[in-house]
């Protein structure tokens, strides 16, 4: 059976009785069982539960028809977790040995707020080890590969939920975005990806990695499924105190986005730099002004998060010590260990001043950028990695390198905005390309309304992988 | 700025309490000295007229009322996750040795 590939089709096809849950969820799981191995997507499958959720699935839809709609917005919808996401009594790694064995006695309030809208959990997804990493190749069960072509990493730190979709083993993946990881592995496996604003979506039960950084994304295959899930997951829950029910802006009829000149820069790869500035031509060419803008401190971002993110990496981890779970701080890999020893340093007596401070001076200067490009733009068009996917192992021997793969996405993070990563087609490699746009704090409306733009000008469909 | 040698390294491992060996003292050393290098464009930008941010969300003293919910973490749920455990306490190490006392 061909399974959908989008959450539109998905209904349709439960309420119109041609698919039932629980052939759709034996689908899925045939597959998961073919291909997990080769792609390395999910440390946990949650066969029972998935099958249990599939069959009250087709009992609700039997008892309550087209309603079951009003009532379970994402009825039927075939999700994974991150396993950064707490699940109640179901294993959470944080892809680490520290926490290999770890059976959380509660769920974050995403994954409460998703299953009460009716989703089918399929398992819990492969990622860098603590969110740390650009690749995927930093977990401790090793590297999820791209679907797209088996010798790339499909991006990080979100890889096995990018993957997930890329390989059709789910309709929908979540993932946390601290300095790029949704965006990034969205473009490297043709996906849809949303970096929410900082504080619309509850951190409550996600396991915290830069916490004035965190934001908690979705992946989808069109925008339509982002904003649906988006849609369920948002707003206050009063446990995560820098959560806000957001004053979202509706977006304007015409609309203005700015093309910051320091995105393209020398190094950045010619192929990637002319797919963005095309797709602003599109933009154009659908009536959408395009303005000529200038984000000064650029430069400076991946500096200021490489000293703001390991400090609060550092603290956030001293609550692994093996005495109230999981394993003892000998099980942390290289790095955790590397991210949490720059941080004590850059807090330390004697750099305190000319790290730490100093960075959070320059965010400032980063967030007067973006306030000034705003009240001449209303979105901001940009490249998501400066490269196309890159080979495993390419830049595993030199942490800098990859560090250097979020240059472009870090800012989003430090401002506290929302950026959605759009997917733009392959290169002449076969390998998938993809840009962002971002906009002010709460501007999600906007994005969405340019992302279906997007779509509706490239005819754009959904694709997954021939594996 | 500073290189980070191995006397650096060894007391930034022993505050963030994470036991290293000798090699990989050096090899986190090394990559740790070129990771502070690049950091260390930063002083670049002129701040001596600019405010710390700290967080982007606006919110300031945010608090919940002092109410006893019902969902509350069960003890037994709170001591599930290690199993060096007694009569409802987690156990660590000892501090003081008897002959402290």
Redesign the interface.
């Known amino acids: 059976m061909d399974i959908p590939l989008t959450i539109r089709e998905t209904q349709e096809g439960l309420l119109n009785g041609e698919l039932s849950a629980v052939r759709l969820v034996k689908e899925y799981l045939d597959r998961i069982d073919k291909y997990n191995r080769i792609l390395n997507v999910y440390l946990t499958i949650t066969r029972d539960k998935a099958l249990e959720d599939a069959e009250r699935v087709d009992r609700v839809i039997s008892d309550l028809g087209k309603d079951a709609l009003s009532a379970y917005p994402l009825i039927g919808v075939a999700v994974n977790y991150k396993d950064l996401y707490l699940t109640k009594n179901i294993r959470t790694t944080a892809a680490s040995r520290v926490l290999e064995n770890y059976i959380p006695p509660y769920s974050a309030t995403v994954v409460e707020r998703l299953e009460r809208a009716g989703v089918i959990c399929l398992g819990k997804t492969n990622h860098d080890a603590w969110a740390h990493g650009s690749s995927g190749e930093n977990s401790d069960f090793g590297p999820t590969v791209n679907p797209w072509n088996k010798s790339y990493v499909p991006g990080g730190s979100s890889s096995g939920p990018a993957a997930s979709l890329a390989a059709n083993l789910a309709l929908v993946s979540t993932g946390t975005d601290t300095g790029s990881s949704v965006r990034l592995p969205a473009s490297f496996c043709n996906l849809f990806g949303l970096k929410p604003t900082y504080g619309a979506v509850s951190r409550y039960g996600v396991i915290a990695m830069a916490s004035s950084l965190d934001t908690i994304g979705n992946f989808g295959r069109c925008t339509e499924d982002i904003e649906k899930v988006f849609d369920v997951i948002k707003g206050e829950d009063g446990k995560d105190s820098t959560a806000i029910n957001g004053k979202w802006s509706e977006p304007k009829e015409r609309l203005k986005i700015g093309i910051p000149k320091e995105y393209f820069i020398k190094g950045i790869d010619r192929g990637v730099e002319n797919m963005v500035l095309e797709a602003a031509k599109t933009f154009e060419k659908e009536g959408v002004e395009l303005v000529n803008i200038s984000l000064p401190h650029t430069e400076y971002a991946i500096d200021v998060y490489y000293i703001v993110m390991p400090a609060e990496v550092s603290s956030n981890l001293g609550r692994y010590d093996g005495i109230r779970y999981g394993n003892d701080r000998l099980s942390f890999g290289d790095e955790a260990k590397r991210r949490i020893m720059l941080g004590t340093y850059v807090l330390s007596s004697g750099y305190y001043d000319a790290y730490y401070l100093k960075a959070m001076k320059v965010r400032s200067k980063l967030i007067e950028d973006f306030n000034e490009a705003f009240k001449k733009v209303d979105a901001i068009i940009a490249p998501v990695s400066p490269t196309p996917p890159f080979k495993l192992g390419e830049k595993t021997s030199d942490p800098l390198q990859m560090y250097l793969a979020d240059i472009f996405t870090v800012s989003a993070n430090l401002a506290g905005i929302p950026g959605l990563a759009i997917p733009s087609g392959f290169n002449k490699d076969g390998l998938p390309l993809g840009f962002q746009l971002m906009g002010p704090r709460f501007s999600e409306r906007t994005l969405f309304k340019l992302g279906k733009v997007f779509e509706t000008a490239t005819n754009y469909k959904p694709k997954t992988a021939e594996l | ?1 500073t290189k ?1 040698n191995s006397d ?2 060894a007391h ?2 022993k ?6 060996t000798g090699k ?1 003292i050096e090899k ?1 050393g090394g ?2 000295s ?3 290098a ?8 002129d ?1 001596s007229d ?8 606006g ?1 300031a003293d ?3 009322k002092d109410e006893i919910h019902g969902d509350m ?1 069960p003890q037994a ?2 001591l ?3 199993k ?1 455990t007694i009569n409802g306490y ?1 156990t ?1 190490a000892a501090i003081f040795q008897a002959k402290d006392v």
Do not use: R, Y
Request: a neutral charge; hydrophobic letters at 50%; aromatic letters at 4%.
């Open positions: 700025m980070l650096i390294v930034v491992a505050l963030a309490k994470l036991t290293l990989e986190f990559q740790l070129k990771v502070v690049h950091i260390s464009k930063l002083n670049e930008v701040t600019t405010d710390p941010t700290s967080q982007t969300g919110l945010v608090s919940a973490l749920d709170a599930s996750g290690s060096k987690f660590v």
